[in-house]
Structures are given as C-alpha cells and as structure tokens.
C-alpha cells in the first residue's frame, strides 16, 4: 500500500479509541446519503446519525421505506401525509400544498425521547415520481423564455424548497436525506437538495461500479443530472465515502491491519477518489475516505429493535427469526466510528 493509505489506517485506530481528531472538511447543514446500489448501508447510516445530529430533520426518499420504518414500526397503520404527497404539487398543478409534514421521531420511537429529531416519511408511490417529473419537465420546455427557468427551478428544487420550509417550522438546524439506489426521481431531486453528498460504498466490486457510475452522473454533461440544470447550477460536492462492511486481519500481531478483501477495496476507492479530487469538498484524498466495520450482530439487534447503535452494550443479545444474534464485544469501535463521521460533517 502506498503511504498515504498507511496513514488513513493508523487514523481508523485513533478513530476506534476516540482519540483522533475530526476531519479538517467544511461542514455543511443538509448531506445527501447516496450510492446506486441498495444492501450497502445508507439507511444504517441515515439512521444512527439522525440519533447523533440532534436537532435534525431526517428525510426517507426511498419508496422501499426502511428508515421511516426504523422511526415507526406501525408507518403502514399510523397513515400520514408522505413526501410525495409533499412533492406532488410541485409538479401536478391544482393540489394544494400541505406544510408541517414532519413528524417528532421521539413519538414513535422512544429511544429518540431525549432528541430534537423529526423525520418526512416516505411511502411506495414515490417509485411512480420519476416519471410525473419527466412529464413537468417536457412541459415546461414548452413555455419560453424567462418563465420555463423558473419553472424548471421549481420542479429541481422542489425538494429543497419543502426541506427548508418543514426546517423552519421544526426549527431543526441540519438535515438528513436518505435515497433509493435509483438516480430518477426523488433520489435526482435530494441531490440539488443537498450541499453535499455522503455515499456508503460496500467492500465489494458492485458498490465500486455503483460508485464510478454516481462520479458519472454528477459530472458527465449528457448524464440525466446535468442534462436539465437549475439556473445557478447547483452540483453537490462529495463530503465523504464511507467503506462499509469492513474487515480486520486476524493474524497474530496485525491488530490494526484491513483483511485482504477490505484492503483492495481501500485501495480501489482511494485511487477513485483521487481521479475525482475536483469533485471532493477538499483537494486533499485522505479527508474523505473513512471505514466502518462489519455491523454483524450488532446490525441485526439494531435493526429488529430500532435500536441507534449508540445505544447498545456488548453482550446484549436476542434472538431474530429463531437465530441468537448478539452486540459484538467490539460495538465501541463502531460507535466511535459513527461518531467520528457525525464529528466530521456538521
Ligand atoms: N458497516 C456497515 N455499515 C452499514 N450497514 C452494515 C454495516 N455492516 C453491516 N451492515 C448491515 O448491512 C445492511 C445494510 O442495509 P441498509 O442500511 O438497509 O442498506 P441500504 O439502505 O443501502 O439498502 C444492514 O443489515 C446492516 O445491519
Ligand atoms: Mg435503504
């Protein structure tokens, strides 16, 4: 391994002890967490860092709704107006558009009792907006001059615009997007919603190729992004990839090296990240790679209780589709690992 990636592992040790300090990155109010491919730990991620933001409104783009899920297990019986009943004005006219949408999390998720923390839930009709976009979209370009910017301001920013106004309203200073593993539709209009983008990438080659096809979009002037631009043409720029699902070598005396899978994979994204530097939030490759270990029974037990990781204790166990899971002794390096990325972007 080249050196800088010796000096990115030693930084994951200090991370793992709590003792390294945060990244020198600006920091922004609303992150878009994002990478086209599902299974490779956005929700995990959106989740336990609406626990460690506070003061937060949580947004689920993705129509699967695993994160609205994690803040109300009952969401299919509690109904509730949905961000595409939010959206859905902005490009079908005549609906009026509803305001104070976002609900407390603490309501229906207890473990969130002593937080500031609101989310906008999502529901599956968000799998049909892609195309109620295409269509505003074409009619818009029948309108000329300065009118048709405008409009196409309005349906590229209707979800900014509804963030910053649900926002206002829950007086919640930072923003969390969750989306679908789809570019078209919510997932397209959480990108010009966001300062910048955070994207979990899995230790497999799939994430990889999901990875390189986000750089694509973001930058390629035929992509779907950039073919329709807002009149300021906002692009999001790249706070950080996460690598997730990561390894450690067992070997007697190699307590703080990567297994081999996950070394590859290091070594695959950092080269990635410094053909793309340009897009990154700063010039210098090491700010923007970090790794969260493999959650193994520690993922399981958060997932079937909605449980943040920062919550649980080694040991804790139960028992999930009649297999006993159980917290790994090592759930403090993970939760330092969240809180460390938490540390690094707000
Ligand atoms: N380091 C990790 N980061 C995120 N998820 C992890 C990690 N290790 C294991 N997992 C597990 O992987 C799965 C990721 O699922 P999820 O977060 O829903 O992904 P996505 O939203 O990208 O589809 C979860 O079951 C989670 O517990
Ligand atoms: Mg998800």
Redesign the pocket.
């Given at each position: 391994m080249p050196n800088s990636l010796y000096r990115l592992v030693d930084r994951q040790y200090d991370i793992a002890q709590g003792v390294a300090q945060p990244l020198p990155l600006p920091r922004y109010d609303t992150y878009s967490i994002c990478?086209l491919?599902?299974?490779?730990?956005?929700?995990?991620?959106?989740?336990n860092l609406t626990y460690l933001a506070d003061s937060v409104l949580a947004v689920d783009t993705?129509p699967?709704c695993?994160?609205t899920w994690f803040f109300d297990n009952n969401y299919l019986q509690n109904a509730s107006v949905t961000v595409y009943d939010m959206l859905l004005p902005n490009f079908v006219p005549g609906l009026g558009s509803p305001s104070h949408i976002a609900k407390s999390i603490s309501a229906t998720n207890v473990k969130f009792n002593n937080r500031n923390a609101y989310y906008l839930p999502s529901d599956g009709r968000l799998y049909i907006l892609p195309s109620q976009i295409a269509t505003s979209i074409v009619q818009a370009q029948s309108v000329s001059g300065q009118k048709q910017i405008q409009i196409i301001d309005n349906i590229l920013f209707a979800l900014k615009n509804n963030i910053t106004r649900e926002m206002q309203e829950t007086q919640t200073t930072r923003c969390i997007i969750?989306t679908s593993?789809f570019f078209s539709g919510a997932t397209h209009l959480s990108w010009h919603a966001s300062d910048a983008l955070i994207i979990?990438v899995?230790t497999d080659q799939q994430s990889v190729n999901a990875l390189s096809l986000l750089l694509k979009t973001l930058s390629d002037p035929a992509s779907e992004f950039r073919k329709i631009m807002p009149s300021n043409g906002h692009t999001p720029k790249i706070q950080m990839i996460?690598l997730?699902?990561?390894g450690w070598s067992t070997v007697h005396g190699a307590r703080n090296r990567p297994d081999q899978q996950t070394k590859i994979y290091i070594e695959k994204v950092f080269d990635i990240i410094r053909q793309n530097i340009t897009q990154f939030t700063t010039s210098d490759p090491t700010n923007h790679l970090l790794l969260?270990?493999?959650?193994?029974g520690?993922?399981?037990i958060?997932?079937a209780k909605a449980t943040p990781i920062p919550l649980l204790h080694p040991g804790e166990s139960m028992t999930i589709d009649r297999v006993r899971a159980e917290v790994n002794q090592s759930v403090e390096k993970?939760q330092n690992q969240l809180k460390y990325i938490h540390a690094s972007i707000w």
């Open positions: 990478n491919r599902g299974g490779i730990g956005k929700t995990s991620l959106a989740f993705c699967q695993n994160l969750d593993p979990p899995r996460v997730t699902h990561c969260l270990d493999d959650f193994f520690t993922g399981r958060s997932s993970i």
